[in-house]
């Protein structure tokens, strides 16, 4: 097949290094056909620049930008993720359709800003004002349409607004009654998506919103579509209390109990979760989503992260509330925060000891296989999916190929993301 371009960067990442004359060819539908010295004439030649595949970011709830910039002032004394929710809820009852669908453009513009090139949307909040009419779920696909973002579009069951409980006033707008109605709407958005770079995934908010018995039939559907499924973990201690209070067993146990195979699975935060309990879940293909940076906002704990491989080969980040776009510092924190929880440093490192190649692949590979996504990673097959990053920005200055990675990941922040690149199409930042 004929490429469609020719990308030229002065490096580019090939899996475990930089290296120099390296071209990528990219077929018309936006996947890579071939890497390597090609000796062909570029297309699309990048001086300056060093391409990386673009992050993935596996976790967000892109609405909540709406709450960036309030928050942070505690006059009563301090408070916690309880309180933090209740803003939440108070965004959630006032948003109309039209503010939505600008707060979803400005989280996707950010992401592609910060080379984020996929978003596993996590996706509860679904009924616009005074309606059961699933609204929210098209708008989000448009923002990410218009955005020009890869997303799954990991929509959410949330039936009770505790365990055994009925939902609040402003979890009506979350609501799917019952696992017939939640196939139903899942189905009709599938036939709505039109482009490659949408595609679905199935979620039950968490064990406070749904019963065991409509979590292990959501999961056993999701196994047989082949599809991803996610759902939230052990954020905070009172979820834990609340599970061995109703089921004997806190949740990643119960889980445990109404799942078959948790290869498709990823449990997102596991902030409070049993040491024991993780590895069971890690070593039976399970993936462990860990949000940093939104984890430390709100004051939820640092998990117990079990420190090499295969774990570290089923971790991932998200950038979760999204109140700070910023992959490197995602990456950053992961490491830092169980440096500081250990006092220890190299806490992810690959096979080489090298931090900073751990964390890329974190950001990158084990996003696209919790996503159920062909990328990840710059290889003939993967959707032509890319970072470039400027190496002419002076926090990267005196680098090498050898050094590059290392400056990157601890040094830097969006300011080194020039460009990025989803299924062959360019946004330049640049020149916006
Ligand atoms: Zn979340």
Redesign the pocket.
Known sequence: MKPRQVVHADWTWTGKRFESDVQIAVDAAGRILQVGALDLKPTKRLPRRALLPGFINT?S?AFQRGLRGSGEDFPHGKENFWSWREAMYRLVTDLNDEAFYRLCLQAFREMRAAGITAVGE?HYFHHSKNATDYEFDRLLLKAAGAVGIRIVLLNAYYKTGGIGQPLGAAQQRFRTSSPEEYWRNFDRLQDELEDPTQSLGAVVHSLRAASLEDIGQLHAESVRRSIPFHI?VEEQQKEVADSIAAYGKPPMAALDGVMRGMHNVTA?HCTHTDPADMARFLNAGGTACICPTTEGNLGDGVPELPGHHPADGRITLGT?SNLRICMTEEMRWLEYGQRLANQSRGMHTDGTGSTARRLLQIATANGAKSLGLDAGRIEAGAWADFAAIDLAVPALRGCDETTLLDAFVFGTANGAVAETCVGGRWDDLRTR
């Open positions: 976790h709830h996590f939230h997102v979760d």
